[in-house]
């Protein structure tokens, strides 16, 4: 199955994805400055769909039919609800819905971890989702840092 390419934005204030205007709240993230909130929206959706190719890949074993289920649940929930966050009506809110990024990259890295010990798949197969994950997980964390200094 074929990649798409997820379209590029100007990350122009006021402009969304595939031209739909922004939300209010996040229009006000993008005036201050803050454009690479856009480039993790597209980056932890192209991740989610990284995560759903490579959990095709797992072999047909009950085990790893059990961890297919749940790294696909957990990361493209990292996405989901890094959108969320963008949306969020508060500080305090941010903070909330960023947390839970963190727990579903955090578990996506288990279930990556799982699928090395048990030899689904060769280190080299997952090393770059893995690397990608764990750089999203720093990005959250440093994120909620930040709001928590801010708030």
């Known amino acids: 199955m074929e990649e798409k390419n997820i379209p590029k934005q100007d990350n122009q204030p006021g402009q969304g994805f595939l031209g739909y205007p922004l939300p209010e709240n996040e229009i006000l993230l993008a005036m201050e400055g803050r454009e690479n909130y856009q480039d993790l929206k597209r980056r932890t959706q192209k991740f989610a769909l990284r995560i759903i190719k490579m959990a095709r ?11 297919q289920k749940q790294i696909i649940r957990a990361g493209t929930s990292v996405g989901a609800n890094y ?6 009506k508060s500080a305090a809110d941010f ?15 288990y279930w990556m971890e799982l699928i090395l010990e ?10 770059a989702l ?15 840092f930040t709001a928590r200094k801010g708030k």
Do not use: W
């Open 57 to 67: 890949a797992l072999p047909n074993d009950p085990a790893a039919g059990v961890i």
């Open 83 to 88: 959108r969320a966050a963008c949306r969020a």
């Open 95 to 109: 903070i909330h819905k960023m947390k839970i990024v963190e727990e579903e990259a955090d578990e996506t890295m």
């Open 118 to 127: 048990e030899n689904f798949l060769r280190p080299d197969q997952l090393n």
């Open 130 to 144: 893995y690397e990608e994950a764990n750089e999203i997980l720093s990005m959250t964390v440093k994120s909620i």
